[in-house]
Nanobody, 118 residues
Framework: QVQLVESGGGLVQPGGSLRLSCAAS???????MGWYRQAPGNQRERVAS???????NYQDFVKGRFTISRDNAKNTVSLQMDSLKPEDTGVYYC?????????????WGQGTQVTVSS
């Protein structure tokens, strides 16, 4: 069992920056790590992910503005968010995913609120 704890959310003005962090209670080695978000009334959507090998992937709506990174030694994943827009508002969740031949292991954090508003 891996517990994920997010931090770093808050209120920021449009154009500002925030850095989200996700701390895992156990090793994230072998896990694909991702950040998702959910705005009120919307479904949860993937924002960015980083594979166990370090390959990154971003949704088009954050490309060039957000940067995901992982530190396997510290069991942490971060999301640097720059040039924030009001539509980036939502609860951001950290995710850990690992597929096996006969199933998967997947964990979620409790989420951290990001509000972009003037």
């Amino acid at each position: 069992q891996v517990q994920l704890v997010e931090s770093g959310g808050g209120l920021v003005q449009p154009g500002g920056s925030l850095r989200l962090s996700c701390a895992a209670s156990g090793s994230i080695f072998g896990f694909s790590m991702g950040w998702y978000r959910q705005a009120p009334g919307n479904q949860r959507e993937r924002v960015a992910s980083v594979s166990s090998g370090g390959s990154t992937n971003y949704q088009d709506f954050v490309k060039g503005r957000f940067t995901i990174s992982r530190d396997n030694a510290k069991n942490t994943v971060s999301l640097q968010m720059d040039s924030l827009k009001p539509e980036d508002t939502g609860v951001y969740y950290c995710n850990a995913f690992r597929a096996y031949v006969l199933g998967k292991m997947e964990y979620w954090g409790q989420g951290t609120q990001v509000t972009v508003s003037s």
